[in-house]
């Protein structure tokens, strides 16, 4: 029987006869997730990552920008493409670059973050991958916020710092300056195609018989544990997720990562009782040998099924993740697939995440000479119950976000107690 990749490549190979200049581009495993996660959002949302900049007033120009932005899309096929659904395929379909930067203004009494997140509450999903948002903070505000925002399609967490780079250096040209070259154009293309043919043969490989079984085995009693909506509604106005954050000394060589996922699985504890396989997604993985670092070819996403019944011993969860990680290249669809074909009635949600970065790889966002200081706007909607991201550098950095139509701000923040207890016992500071 052949794979999943097998049958993806297959349906857009049907699609697609190869000849002259591409219009559709196929997907990698992981864009093929977010199709999925999309798909099953009643409301048909795709999963947004933004970075959030404060500038003094008056610092950035929007045509500058706006002219950055889109010689930047011009340059990466990812930015520039529409992620779409032909006779049931996912592809990305190839238009001219058109960067939106949306100024917004704020109501009497308002500030730029409730600004962003009604912005990106409404965000289209048919229109450009990029968009910048820019939004003077509050009428008397000394700031102003610019929102570099992507459809995670489109990127994952390592491009960000290239992202952010090349807006900057593009920035600093001028409105004025060429965009890339064709042959540049060109020869980017060619190393994106090459790069998700090369990640979609690994995945086929992936795919195989073997790992089929381990999954299936692994994830048999897998089941989403997600409380149905709250019976009561939250009052009008308040924002739809809930967050914590913490900082404490790092150690030397940061916390290791099987201590981070048992740090979950006690927060899964908390929220769902004990006694449940919870279904936790964390990204994993790398290119390709060979492969070009295209924005769009991107990390798996890896289920690790958190046991919340009698507590595993961080070994325990050790050696689990390490039997996880000669499967991890299998992608996620064919995961779901063999949890389902082994009996598991889970159908591709995650009740948890957790994504780990290192700051030091963080380069800021400079403007025209000024640097941007990146921040944080809560409140706006998430995906799932919860989400935990793990900051390693100087400092450790853990913060928590959580739909509040799920679940309820002193569950969530037990949880998070629970978590932050479980990697070392926290010094809070302001976040």
């Known amino acids: 029987m052949l794979s999943i990749t097998s049958q993806y490549l297959a349906r857009f190979r049907r699609l697609h006869a190869g000849d002259g200049t591409p219009v559709l581009l196929p997907v990698t495993g992981a864009q093929r997730r977010f199709a999925l996660v999309r798909a099953m959002d009643p409301h048909g949302r795709p999963d947004l990552v933004p970075m959030f900049f404060a500038f003094p007033r008056g610092t950035v120009d929007p045509e500058r920008l706006a002219a950055a932005a889109n010689h930047l899309a011009a340059r990466h096929p990812v930015l520039r493409a529409r992620p ?29 973050a ?6 990106l509450g409404r965000w289209e999903p048919e229109g450009a991958p990029l968009r910048l948002f820019l939004v003077p903070d509050g009428p008397e505000g000394t700031e102003e916020v610019l ?12 491009s960000l710092a290239r992202l952010v780079e090349e807006l900057g250096a593009g920035y600093d040209e001028g409105p004025k300056a060429e965009g890339p070259s064709p042959a540049d154009v060109a020869a980017e293309l060619a190393a994106y195609q090459d790069a998700v043919l ?27 544990q997600a409380p149905v909506a709250r019976p009561e509604p939250l009052s009008p106005g308040a924002p739809p997720s ?12 940061g916390v290791p990562f099987p201590e981070l996922l048992n740090a979950c699985r006690a927060a899964a504890a908390v929220l769902y009782g004990a006694g449940h396989v919870v279904p936790l997604g964390y990204p994993w993985g790398g290119r390709p040998a060979g492969a070009a670092p295209v924005l769009g070819c991107f990390l798996n996403t890896v289920v690790f099924p958190t046991t919340t019944g009698d507590a595993p011993t961080a070994s325990a969860t050790a050696a689990a993740w390490w039997d996880d990680l000669d499967h991890a290249a299998t992608p996620f669809d064919a995961v779901v697939h063999a949890a389902r074909a082994a009996g598991s009635g889970w159908r591709g949600r995650l009740d948890g995440m957790l994504t780990v970065d290192d700051t030091r790889r963080q380069p800021p966002l400079h403007l025209g000479g000024v640097t941007g200081r990146e921040i944080h706007v809560d409140g706006r909607a998430v995906r799932g119950p919860f989400a935990v991201s793990v900051s390693q550098g100087p400092e450790l950095r853990l913060r928590m976000v959580w739909d509040r139509a799920v679940l309820p701000d002193h569950a969530a923040e037990s ?8 990697v070392r016992t926290p010094v809070p500071t302001a976040d």
Not at 147 to 158: E, I, K, N, P, R
Request: hydrophobic share 40%; with cysteine.
């Open 84 to 112: 779409t659904v032909l006779r049931g395929t996912p592809v990305l379909r190839l238009e001219r670059p058109r960067v939106p930067v949306i100024q917004e203004t704020c109501a009497p009494g308002e500030d730029a």
């Open 114 to 119: 409730t600004v962003l997140r009604r912005a």
């Open 147 to 158: 929102a570099v925002v992507l459809d995670h399609s489109a990127c994952d967490g390592q």
């Open 198 to 224: 090369r990640q979609l043969d690994a995945e086929e490989r992936a795919g195989a018989p073997e790992a089929m079984a381990y999954w299936g085995e692994r994830l048999r009693t897998v089941c989403e």
């Open 242 to 253: 809930g967050s914590a954050a913490l900082r404490m000394p790092a150690p030397s060589d």
């Open 415 to 422: 949880a998070f107690t629970a978590l932050a207890d479980a």
